[in-house]
């Protein structure tokens, strides 16, 4: 194409050419590397910057979509959350929901279950008695084969610190297990992995054009070196929100399904309780809340399901989303939450896979892969959710397996991500091992280090015998040391990659440690 601007020509063909540095994109390029291919993956922006740093932040089963019949997705979500915590025990960790019950609730009957419930018993319209939710947790308890988290048990909510922060006329609920996550860094150990396994990660590098040319896949990029051009064997659509337009813009191809885009927005306010329990609170549209301890200090409300028009990465939570919120969580705790109580609010676009339902929250959360080719094949992943990208990565290497006979089979259910080479009780032992080794620590940041790096935490802390050896110190324990190391072994290259992806310390900082931080970062990144 005359008119075309050439860049450099990448001569040696890869396997599988990435597009989509979000968890799908950077977990199929983990196993995929682990299986011998050679990998390239591309990303627009920075590794987790849409979507994947936008979650409820929780590996979990997915309690209402039981309501739905999703039981398939159920399975296998419950059956991934203690691979997944093996796994990775640094970043994610047990965590236990408290679930009051309110026998008065009265809400929109929409999922299959509760109008069968209905039909057969019409008093029962529009409630969700106490047997139907011991039943459903009951499942959820049993579906996924658990063996390491605690069970289900019916908690008094009359008094106690359970009880504390809620409305008075809660008088008893149920407790269950599910798991939290720091999103965007297992997105980030992901890539690291893959890279270390021999894949290439270019994070900031757009795909501007993408054909078959001669039997193979002919990839153009514009990043920060400027064009480029490579060859692969197989093209991997994961952008997410984007993997429609990918297709219409840079394939020029019509999309083998539909997504649904579904904005879902949460709030974080100060910590407005003592204790480490979570809150699953049902409201009066079918929907549920979750209200989490997040960061030491606040508390994280969500989430909403609306419908998004604009594009994926303009999404923000709306006046009316942070209004919402408040008011769900303000229905069960004794006092209220006010827009003036928030803090911050974040929003991502889900890209849901457009099964026809009638509203975003009834829509589908499972995954859908489409193939196409018979040479130099395309695979397509539509929807998808945190808890189950390590099993979608494994279903997408099936599709393509025809394709590559020299590949290995599946590896990542008994391994581990960078730093996590340890079992998940240990991670309290390892942060006081810190601080008796690092006796300037606190507890407080000796946590956050092994919640953050595990192992290699002590990579980072090095020879230090006083936090100036550590360098600069931006605010929030947050020292020079540990952004070096963000931006040369994690692809940190702009102050929000640490502030809001890395890390959470835009919590925490001042706008002047944040201009000094954004000052270091732009005179070391490459």
């Not at 499942?139 to 063996?147: E, F, I, P, S, V």
């Not at 997040?294 to 594009?311: A, N, S, V, Y």
């Not at 069960?332 to 928030?342: A, S, W």
Request: proline content about 7%; aromatic content about 10%; some cysteine.
């Amino acid at each position: 194409m005359s008119g075309r601007k050439r860049g450099r020509q990448m001569d040696d063909p890869v396997d599988l050419f990435i597009i989509g540095g979000g968890v799908n994109g950077a977990g199929i390029a983990r196993d995929a590397a682990g299986r011998g291919l050679s990998v390239r993956l591309a990303e627009q922006g920075d590794l987790a910057q849409a979507t994947s740093s936008a979650s409820t932040k929780l590996f979990h089963g997915g309690l209402r979509y039981l309501e739905y019949l999703e039981l398939r997705l159920v399975r296998e979500a419950l059956s991934e959350r203690e691979v997944l915590l093996a796994m990775m025990p640094h970043i994610s960790w047990p965590m236990r929901f408290v679930l009051p019950y309110d026998p008065a609730m009265r809400f929109d009957a929409t999922s299959p279950v509760s109008r069968l419930v209905g039909l057969a018993m019409p008093w029962l319209r529009g409630r969700r008695p106490a047997w139907q939710i011991r039943a459903g947790l009951f499942l959820y308890d049993h579906l996924g084969g658990r063996k390491l988290l605690p069970g289900t048990r019916r908690v008094d909510l009359s008094r106690g610190p359970l009880a504390q922060p809620l409305d008075p006329r809660f008088r008893f609920g149920w407790e269950y297990s599910d798991c939290w996550v720091q999103d965007a860094r297992l997105v980030v150990l992901n890539a690291r992995d893959a890279a270390a396994r021999g894949a290439v990660i270019e994070t900031r590098t757009r795909v501007t054009r993408a054909a078959r040319v001669e039997g193979l896949w002919q990839i153009e990029t514009e990043g920060p070196a400027g064009p480029a051009t490579h060859r692969a064997r197989a093209l991997v659509n994961a952008a997410g929100p984007w993997v429609e337009a990918v297709l219409r813009e840079a394939v020029g191809a019509e999309p083998p399904a539909r997504i649904r885009l579904v904005r879902g927005s949460h709030i974080v306010t100060r910590r407005l309780y003592d204790h480490d329990r979570c809150y699953f609170f049902q409201g009066a549209d079918g929907r549920i809340t979750f209200s989490i301890p997040f960061e030491e200090e606040f508390t994280l409300i969500g989430t909403t399901d609306q419908e998004h028009d604009g594009p994926p990465g303009a999404a923000i939570c709306s006046p009316d989303e942070v209004a919402y919120l408040c008011a769900a969580a303000s229905r069960y705790f004794r006092k209220p939450v006010t827009p003036e109580d928030v803090v911050w609010t974040y929003s991502g676009v889900r890209p849901l896979y457009d099964d026809g339902a009638s509203s975003a929250t009834a829509a589908t959360r499972d995954y859908v892969l489409k193939l196409e080719g018979e040479t130099a094949p395309i695979l397509d992943i539509f929807g998808g959710k945190i808890t189950t990208y390590r099993r979608l990565a494994e279903h997408a290497l099936e599709k393509l397996a025809p394709f590559f006979p020299q590949m290995r089979g599946p590896w990542t259910a008994g391994s581990t991500l960078p730093g996590g080479g340890f079992a998940p009780a240990e991670a309290p032992r390892l942060a006081e091992d810190l601080v008796r080794d690092y006796p300037f620590l606190t507890g407080p940041w000796a946590r956050r280090l092994i919640r953050a790096y595990g192992l290699e935490a002590r990579e980072i802390l090095g020879a230090a015998r006083r936090p100036e050896d550590l360098g600069e110190a931006f605010g929030a324990t947050l020292h020079a040391a540990e952004v070096n190391w963000l931006i040369a072994r994690e692809w940190a290259r702009a102050p929000e990659d640490i502030l809001w992806r890395r890390g959470k310390f835009g919590l925490h900082l001042t706008p002047d440690q944040v201009a000094r931080l954004a000052a270091h970062i732009a005179a070391h990144a490459p």
